[in-house]
């Protein structure tokens, strides 16, 4: 039955029969309940494509889906700037013919043959790609509806989305400068760090494997003993500076051996953190019970996620407080809406991933998703600089430590292609610096 038979039916009564049926009750109940273009059947993806951007030392990735309606087109976040290539070909070589002439309201249709069409699947490269398609169909089913996204998923349970900044420097009076601005500013939770992940400047001199002639000059130390040597004395140096009232937060970014993750957590539990990130890396979540057994404090979990199988337990098993998904790595707001509600009935908060390398259009994807859902836990935020707001017109705003969306239907940002083409992604492949052990043995992430 097409989609006029079944709102014939509907507008005859049950029992009436479908011959009797015929667009003009159509257009009268339509009419009634004033639902604009009741039929869509002329509503039609006509062009989907790949735009990257690099304003301001950040590349991004955008998908933007355009219909047969004049000016209705939507944008989604597909930012994975060290595969570029490879996602362009697959979003404007692959999806881009699969999706045209399609439907852009049927969201859940297409995300599962879109999923379902390679046979191999819940890969970060086609989930990414899927991902963009994915938010521009629910930018424009918000536009359609002329409400902000957010108000698809469930309204408001919020005013706005409470955000953690982060703070860091090479030694602690680096680090209490930075969490001073922070504070300065109104942000309640702070995200503390040494240097870059692992503190590899807290290594004397070259490391070995340097030394040696062994990789790149480019990669990068983790030595174990003196990072955990280092965290519990920051984390009592932030305590100690700026009392119990702030969170603090701390990434360990899966560096650390499993066992030794569970040394520092246990250790760092009497500072009261906010909570502690990514503890073991995604190939490690079997360690996660026993982290649960030996502290109470409080886990996040997640950003490297691609497979419903690396969260599913995590959260049904009660072994995080805070699953912190990458959006646009799991395939998008639909994949993402579910995960929410999967983790609302296990009391786990969300903590979406929103680094400087997701893009303005993820930012928004991830607070329109952040004021809906009731288990909303805290949002991580990047301060954008002045090129990339201008490329992204509508980004997401600061103030008080809050993001405030705008109101304007859709996610409530758009692109200026004009000026997003003025910043091409550079020609040669980026590739993230390695982290060594001192002997060279390459370390997890
Ligand atoms: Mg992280």
């Known amino acids: 039955m097409n989609r006029r038979n079944a709102l014939s039916m509907l507008a005859a009564g049950a029992g009436a029969s479908i011959l009797n049926n015929s667009i003009g009750q159509n257009d009268a109940i339509a009419q009634r309940y004033q639902v604009a273009n009741p039929h869509n059947e002329k509503l039609k993806i006509t062009k989907v494509k790949a735009i990257h951007t690099y304003p301001n030392g950040t590349g991004f990735g955008i998908v933007k889906v355009e219909t047969n309606e004049p000016g209705l087109y939507g944008l989604g976040c597909a930012t994975g700037i060290r595969r570029y290539k490879t996602l362009t070909a697959a979003i404007d070589e692959y999806l881009a013919p699969l999706l045209k002439g399609k439907d852009p309201d049927n969201i859940e249709d297409i995300w599962q043959t879109t999923n379902l069409g390679t046979y191999w699947r819940n890969g970060p490269i086609l989930n990414t790609a899927l991902a963009g398609v994915d938010q521009a169909l629910w930018d424009i089913k918000a536009k359609r509806a002329n409400m902000p996204a957010y108000q698809l998923f469930g309204g408001k349970s919020r005013f706005a989305v409470d955000t953690y900044g982060h703070a860091s420097g090479r030694d602690f009076e680096e680090l209490k400068d930075s969490i001073q601005s922070f504070q300065d500013r109104g942000f309640r939770h702070i995200r503390m760090q040494l240097g870059i992940y692992g503190a590899p400047h807290l290594s004397k001199g070259d490391p070995d494997f340097k030394r040696a002639g062994f990789g790149r000059k480019t990669d990068t130390v983790m030595e174990i003993r003196p990072y955990m040597k280092i965290i519990p004395k920051m984390f009592e140096f932030a305590r100690s500076e700026f009392g119990d009232e702030p969170e603090f937060l701390h990434d360990i970014h899966e560096l650390l051996p499993p066992i030794e993750a569970i040394n520092l957590v246990k250790e760092l539990e009497q500072y009261r953190p906010f909570f502690i990130e990514d503890p073991f890396a995604p190939e490690d979540n079997g360690y996660f019970k026993m982290l649960r057994e030996q502290t109470s404090c409080a886990i996040a979990m997640g950003e490297l996620f691609n497979n419903p199988h690396e969260w599913v337990n995590l959260i049904t098993e009660r072994l995080i407080d805070f699953i912190r998904i990458h959006i646009s790595q799991i395939g998008g707001i639909t994949p993402a809406l579910k995960v929410a509600r999967l983790a609302e009935w296990f009391n786990v908060r969300t903590a979406w991933h929103g680094p400087g390398n997701t893009s303005p259009v993820g930012h928004a994807g991830n607070a329109h998703i952040d004021l809906s ?73």
Do not use: C, S
């Not at 940002?413 to 000026?419: F, K, P, Q, S, Y």
């Open 373 to 445: 859902v009731w288990n909303f836990g805290i949002q991580e935020q990047t301060d954008f600089k002045e090129e990339t707001l201008e490329v992204f017109p509508g980004t997401p705003t600061i103030e008080n430590g809050y993001m405030h969306i705008n109101e304007a239907p859709g996610f409530g940002i758009d692109i200026n292609e004009e000026l997003a083409a003025k910043y091409p992604l550079p020609e040669e492949p980026w590739y993230r610096p390695t982290v060594r052990r001192p002997d060279g043995t390459v370390v997890r992430p």
